[in-house]
């Protein structure tokens, strides 16, 4: 089962990097909380820095996400996997 969340606040693309690099969680807010979750792939969705594809997965319960931010923005989605 999948589970697509809306993203309403984003962290900015600097705990993106340090939370691949260092292995440190970070929050993302969403329409169902604030989540707190381990980066483990960020790659650049286009030129503008601000635009990323992540995935990782949640602390709180294990389970896998993926999704897109737009850390300028304060929005994406999450498309969490229930294992």
């Not at 440190?24 to 980066?39: A, M, Y």
């Not at 790659?43 to 949640?58: A, L, P, T």
């Not at 294990?62 to 498309?79: A, E, I």
């Amino acid at each position: 089962m999948n589970n697509n969340v809306k993203v309403i606040k984003s962290p900015t693309k600097w705990d993106l990097i340090i939370s691949v690099a260092e292995r440190k969680t970070i929050v993302i807010g969403t329409s169902i909380g604030d989540l707190r979750v381990q980066i483990l792939g960020l790659e650049q969705e286009d030129g503008s820095c601000q635009s990323w594809n992540i995935r990782g997965y949640i602390v709180q319960n294990n389970n896998r996400f993926n999704g897109y931010l737009r850390t300028d923005q304060n929005s994406g989605y999450l498309k969490i996997h229930n294992d």
